[in-house]
Every structure is written in structure tokens, then in C-alpha cells.
């Protein structure tokens, strides 16, 4: 049996003791059924996997041991921050967890023209906040032990004007520039990738004249959680660690 990987909000180090959340006691007890004296992994976003121990369990909680501290590097020297449109349903969920995977190591969504997602400022920051725990989930998965951040959603004119020293680049279903072509990046890739109906041809333009490069992923149109994935791999393959 696989030994669970488990995120923790707090300080980690060897020897400490400490007990689960309700909801983590829930998932080690009831769901994992573990018990006494099986091991878990756990991670805090510091780089480092923490080999522990279920110490005690008892009726409401449970308490773990924190053994030894392992520096692992998992992650992609290529740096990739995602822009991703926020499309609807478990489609953004897709995207958002198969990027994780995939080694992204920022993600911000964004609002578009074409996008059919409109949300009030609070229900926006429940969106963010239940993106971030796919993401969490995502790197228990993965085993990646540094959690990229979800920003918060922002209009697709503000993300134009970051400062940013990655390459900027748009994905046009139209351009003539595949991926697949472009030069290795000094420091890694800004990446736009649409809602369902794409971007507009005024958000296309506007991204070229703030210093985006249009490029294509091929003849095909995809769609917007395939074109994401997709983008990485290209990139990951090429200039990352794939």
C-alpha cells in the first residue's frame, strides 16, 4: 500500500508531536482506516516530505509523530506561470489540478470577454479558496512538496500590465507560431490560455501590442482544459524536465 501523502498547515520538524485536523483525522481514520503505528508522509510547502507516524487515535482526534525531514527537489526547472480563463464546471478543476501535476509553478485565473463565469467579489474569493485545495490535493498526489499559489481573479486587461520577466505568450488558435518552435526562455513562460470561446480578436491584439507572442498548439482547435495541459507538456518537454 501506497503510504498517504497529507498537507499540513503549520510548522513542521523532527520529534514534534501534534494532533490532526478534524477534517485530516476524518480522512486518516475513517476513510484510510489507518490506526496506531502506520506511517504517513506529510508537507508543509517547504520543500522538504515529513516521514511521521500515527502515535495515538482516539475517539475525536489523532495524534502524529514527526520522524525525519527529507529536502526533496521535485520541481520543474522550467518556471511556467499559468493564466488560465475561468471556464465553467469541473473544467476549470481539470485544468487547474492537471497544471499542478504537470509542474506549474504559479496560477492565476482570470476574466475574460468570451468567458461566461460572473461571480460577486465573495463568491470569487470561495472560488480561489476551493482551487487552492484542488491544488493541495493535486501535489498529495504528485508529490510535489511546494504548493503553487492561487492568486486572486483579476479582469484579463490587469494581467497585461504585470511585471513579469517570463516570456509572454499567448495561445491563438489562428497564429502561424506553434509552441513547438519557440527559442528556449531566459527565465520561463508566461502562458494565456482561453475560456471555452477562446479569446477575443481585441484581447488577442491587445496582449501583442503589451509584448505577447501569439502562438498555436497545432491544425486543431482544443479545448480549453486540453489546450492547458497540452501547453505544459510542450513546454515541460522542451525546456523543463519531461
Not at 133 to 153: D, M, S, T, Y
Not at 172 to 200: H, I
Request: aromatic share 8%.
Amino acid at each position: 500500500m501506497r503510504i498517504p501523502r497529507l498537507y499540513v498547515d503549520r510548522i513542521l520538524k523532527v520529534d514534534i508531536k501534534f494532533e490532526l485536523s478534524n477534517t485530516l483525522f476524518h480522512y486518516v481514520v475513517n476513510v484510510l482506516r489507518l490506526g496506531e503505528g502506520q506511517s504517513i508522509v506529510l508537507f508543509n510547502g517547504d520543500g522538504c516530505d515529513y516521514p511521521s507516524e500515527i502515535n495515538h487515535i482516539s475517539k475525536k482526534s489523532a495524534e502524529v509523530i514527526v520522524q525525519t525531514q527529507l529536502a526533496l527537489n521535485v520541481e520543474s526547472p522550467l518556471d511556467i506561470h499559468l493564466v488560465q480563463a475561468i471556464s465553467k464546471g469541473d473544467r476549470m478543476d481539470y485544468a487547474l489540478q492537471k497544471s499542478v501535476e504537470l509542474g506549474v509553478s504559479k496560477i492565476t485565473p482570470i476574466t475574460t470577454e468570451n468567458g461566461n463565469v460572473k461571480l460577486n467579489d465573495q463568491r470569487w474569493q470561495k472560488k480561489v479558496e476551493h482551487w487552492q485545495k484542488i491544488v493541495i490535493a493535486a501535489c498529495e498526489q504528485c508529490g510535489r512538496n511546494v504548493v503553487p499559489c492561487i492568486e486572486p481573479v483579476i479582469p484579463f486587461n490587469q494581467i497585461l500590465a504585470a511585471n513579469s520577466e517570463l516570456q509572454k505568450v499567448i495561445l491563438a488558435p489562428k497564429s502561424a507560431t506553434y509552441l513547438s518552435r519557440l527559442a528556449k526562455p531566459q527565465k520561463g513562460f508566461m502562458l494565456l490560455v482561453g475560456p471555452e470561446g477562446g479569446f477575443s480578436e481585441t484581447e488577442v491584439y491587445n496582449a501583442e501590442q503589451r509584448g505577447f507572442k501569439c502562438c498555436s498548439i497545432g491544425p486543431r482547435v482544443l479545448r480549453t482544459e486540453t489546450a492547458a495541459v497540452t501547453s505544459i507538456s510542450v513546454l515541460q518537454t522542451l525546456f523543463g524536465d519531461f
